[in-house]
């Protein structure tokens, strides 16, 4: 308004009395579990349908304004807390009580609705004016339905209680009535109806406080010394003598707030890769300057990773950085909440967890002598640059990728002895001579393919184990395509060949090697032989074991190969003594280094194609694939059943789309769950991959879509079909970023019979929880699982692991701690050890359990 002084702002208090709400139940859940339920279009349209049919009563709402105010002026702000406590002493004038209150409070208090309102009167709370056609049978339908509300309601009066224990319970005092200007100064009443009531809550707040102080306690106990309030709330008590809030009220008294910036930047910084540049360093610029160069220490290449960014509005979503990817280059709006809501944890965009490699300077020097590099070098015919003792390479390849693996390179505290040299030989005279030289010297070589494994096979034995010098061999610059036969359907391969040149390189021929793992991009033949793979199309072409026809392994004795007595053939399947195929698929590098193997190829497809289906829960979904996996030459060549919390990650991993593809999104979502009987929290998908004849396919399709008919699915399309084959590519890279922000997760996999299916996944989910909460570690576990390959007697299935470390002591080893009581959990119910993983020195332990004893002793000496 305009004055003599110039223009003034006026406020005009509108005080709003209401009785009830009309969803008084979820707000509760939400005020004291933070258990928030989404907007959908089924909620609203079930809301409309209740309000149409008479069922939604709020009670009655008053409204009524106080006078005027002038808002002071202040350049600085002090003034405006002030201004506001004015405002509500104003509010707090004006407040009214109804039968509804009273009902409340003597319900939440346990006291009479008598003592109550004589309480009210002698402290001059308004009462609301009552009308004749509102009675105690309308009073009842609207009233709370727990012990939440009943507080809530009741507080309505609560600033009214607040001055009288300004001394005895200040805090108490000053959250009842903030705007009490008298804090220090008790109010004095002598009415007994007043004193009960004051009586009554401050019990109420002294049993909080001590509920609240055991919860710290058992916090303490477990090493969190310093717990946010959200951890504390957490470990509340579900069911306590007091109402959540007032346990909430309490934390946040006890608890220092951990608040959290949001800087009003468009982007905020993120987490690089750990090196610019390859930390290969192989001759002549072989490895380095590669535009498909490895980051070092997470996953993937230099050129793509997430990164995390901050609208102007607050909001968070997360971008996939390259143009690899199909989700390359888009945003991810609901990447960011998703994770903070199923981890019940806070991602601090300026909060970065390891912003950069540690310092590896600390790495002890290699205990390999110069005379032994010169012999080396000198069996590489001079090449000095294929042999490196740098930290970095040692660190490299002493590594792979498990969580403990990333989260040692990126502190810098490596706990492991790492191998002395690092060594890269172009031929297999190489190989053989460098073998030799380990024989005469007392080497250890250690075969290196992708570095991809997850089984701490790389990592060197300590040196109390085996004192020997340590080398690594890395298998990268083998990698040509010796010859192709096309009649006999064969190619004879270096084992250093990754999985994505191999495919590329048959594709240009026209041909498949029909083996695509979700590490393809990096791991290589050799590794797949090592560790017995199994790739996303086992289903029409097998596992590596049933591609592979020779292998040539390099042995301390020498080379062991078939002999040919014509060039360009296979031995083929042959019954003459030992197989060497046989013999080397999942022997992890134990017995020589593989150098080369005879491969099986197919013509490429003439179709290829993908779809999807949703279905009512993860047993519908199990029935499903279990049908496909019966339907022999009509199997797809690639089935994939994402539980709900995969297929809700999937479905936060979806690029931000337009106003119309969303409304045409939502409106196709809510027809089909309405059709299909779906829910959102119980929905799973099938992701289905094509490969054959335009026939196959076509009869394949119509399998699909007959079993999908019958386990009650309805069809989701090829776009969701393909997004979901692609997805798996970019998905592992979110371990790594995840690990940014103090979340760390892992992935693990098993082979499981039908007949026990149900059971392991149930059980290792369960051990996962109860292993979480026995720790009392903070926020929730991300837990889900995925069936990938399909076969007669059972499936191979992934679980994924994530959780918030937050404040959390050695959290590598505490989530490696609860990996291997899911691993256990996973044998004790009839799942295998490992299904393509194999077992490294991450899985030895368990050895014991799966074979007889003289079996696991010499397997267990062998990854020592």
């Known amino acids: 308004v305009e004055t003599t002084e110039g223009q003034e702002t006026v406020v005009l208090p509108l005080t709003i009395n209401y009785e009830g709400l009309s969803d008084q139940t979820s707000l509760a859940n939400e005020a004291s579990h933070g258990l928030h339920e989404e907007m959908s279009l089924r909620r609203l349209m079930n809301w409309m349908r209740s309000v149409f049919a008479g069922n939604v009563n709020i009670g009655r709402v008053y409204i009524s304004a106080s006078e005027n105010m002038v808002m002071p002026k202040s350049e600085n702000g002090q003034n ?132 609240v102080d055991k919860a710290l306690e058992n916090l303490h106990s ?62 002549s610029g072989k490895l380095q300057n590669n535009p498909n160069a490895e980051a070092f220490g997470a996953w993937g290449y230099q050129d793509s990773c997430f990164v995390l960014n901050v609208k102007p509005d607050r909001s968070k979503y997360a971008m996939m950085k390259g143009k690899r990817y199909a989700i390359s280059g888009k945003p991810l709006t609901g990447l960011a909440d998703f994770v903070e809501k199923e981890l019940n944890a806070v991602i601090d965009p300026n909060g970065v967890t390891f912003p950069a490699c540690g310092d590896l300077r600390h790495i002890p020097e290699s205990d390999l002598t110069a005379e032994s590099i010169s012999e080396i070098v000198a069996s590489f015919g001079g090449d000095e640059s294929r042999i490196s003792l740098r930290q970095a390479d040692r660190a490299r390849h002493g590594t792979g990728h498990t969580q403990e693996d990333m989260y040692d390179l990126r502190t810098g505290l490596i706990r492991f002895r790492l191998p002395d040299a690092v060594v890269w030989p172009e031929n297999e005279g190489e190989v053989q001579a460098l073998v030799s030289l380990a024989s005469q010297n007392d080497w250890c070589l250690i075969p290196f393919g992708g570095g991809t494994n997850v089984t701490h096979s790389t990592h060197c034995p300590h040196k109390e184990i085996d004192p020997r010098q340590m080398i690594s061999v890395d298998m990268k610059l083998m990698r040509r395509v010796i010859w192709v036969n096309e009649e006999d359907g064969v190619a004879y391969v270096e084992a250093g060949i990754t999985g994505l040149e191999l495919i590329r390189h ?20 050799g590794g797949w032989i090592a560790t017995k793979a199994s790739g996303m199309k086992q289903n029409k072409y097998g596992n590596i074991e049933d591609i592979v026809r020779e292998v040539n392994v390099v042995g301390a004795k020498g080379l062991m190969s078939h002999k040919h007595k014509m060039e360009m053939t296979s031995v083929g399947r042959s019954s003459a003594g030992v197989d060497m195929k046989s013999l080397m698929l999942g022997s992890e590098g134990c017995f020589g280094i593989i150098v080369s193997a005879v491969i099986k190829i197919w013509p490429l497809a003439e179709s290829r194609s993908h779809e999807s289906v949703l279905l009512p829960n993860f047993g519908a979904g199990l029935r499903y694939v279990k049908g496909l996996s019966k339907m022999r030459s009509l199997k797809p060549a690639s089935v994939r059943l994402l539980d709900n919390e995969q297929f809700r990650l999937g479905q936060a991993l979806r690029a931000s789309p337009s106003r119309f593809q969303s409304f045409r999104n939502l409106v196709s979502k809510n027809i089909g769950y309405y059709i299909g009987n779906f829910s959102e929290r119980s929905v799973v998908c099938a992701t289905i991959t094509f490969e054959g004849t335009s026939e196959e396919v076509k009869m394949q399709k119509r399998s699909v879509r007959e079993l999908a008919s019958m386990h009650g699915g309805i069809l989701a399309g090829s776009t969701v079909g393909k997004a979901g084959y692609d997805l798996t590519f970019a998905i592992a890279y979110l371990r790594d970023f995840a690990l940014n922000y103090n979340i760390l997760g892992e992935s693990f996999e098993t082979f499981v019979p039908w007949s026990k299916l149900t059971r392991v996944i149930e059980a290792t989910k369960r051990k996962i929880y109860s292993e979480h909460k026995r720790r009392a570690l903070p926020g929730a576990p991300f837990v889900c699982s995925r069936v990938t390959q399909l076969y007669d007697d059972g499936v191979c299935v992934y679980f994924y692991f994530c959780m918030n470390i937050c404040g959390v002591g050695e959290p590598s080893d505490i989530f490696a701690e609860i990996e291997r009581s899911a691993r256990q959990e996973i044998l004790d119910n009839g799942g295998s050890l490992s299904h393509h993983h194999g077992l490294g020195k991450l899985r030895s332990a368990f050895v014991r359990q799966i074979y007889s004893q003289d079996k696991a002793h010499h397997q267990s000496c062998a990854v020592v």
């Open 222 to 283: 477990k090493g969190f010394h310093s717990p946010d309030e959200k951890h504390v709330i957490q470990y509340l008590p579900a069911r306590a003598q007091v109402p959540m809030l007032l346990m909430q009220v309490a934390v946040k008294v006890k608890v220092p707030p951990a608040g959290i910036s949001h800087k009003k930047s468009r982007i905020i910084r993120h987490v690089k890769p750990l090196f610019a540049s390859s930390v290969v360093s192989a001759a």
């Open 80 to 211: 405006i807390q002030k201004f506001a406590y004015a405002i509500q002493s104003r509010h707090q004038s004006r407040v009214m009580v109804s039968n509804y209150h009273i009902k409340s409070a003597s319900l939440a208090l346990e006291l009479s609705e008598e003592v109550v309102l004589e309480a009210l009167l002698e402290l001059g709370c308004q009462i609301w004016p009552e009308s004749s056609d509102y009675n105690m049978a309308t009073l009842a339908r609207t009233m709370p339905e727990n012990r939440e509300m009943l507080w809530a309601s009741m507080l309505q009066f609560g600033h009214l209680l607040g001055p009288f224990i300004a001394i005895s319970h200040p805090m108490w005092s000053l959250w009842l009535s903030p705007s009490f200007e008298q804090l220090g100064v008790n109010s004095t009443c002598n009415n007994k109806a007043v004193g009960t009531i004051l009586s009554k809550l401050v019990q109420q707040f002294e049993l909080a406080e001590k509920i």
């Open 506 to 525: 048959m594709e240009k021929l026209g041909f498949t090697i029909g083996h695509e793992p979700d590490s393809y991009e990096f791991s290589t033949l």
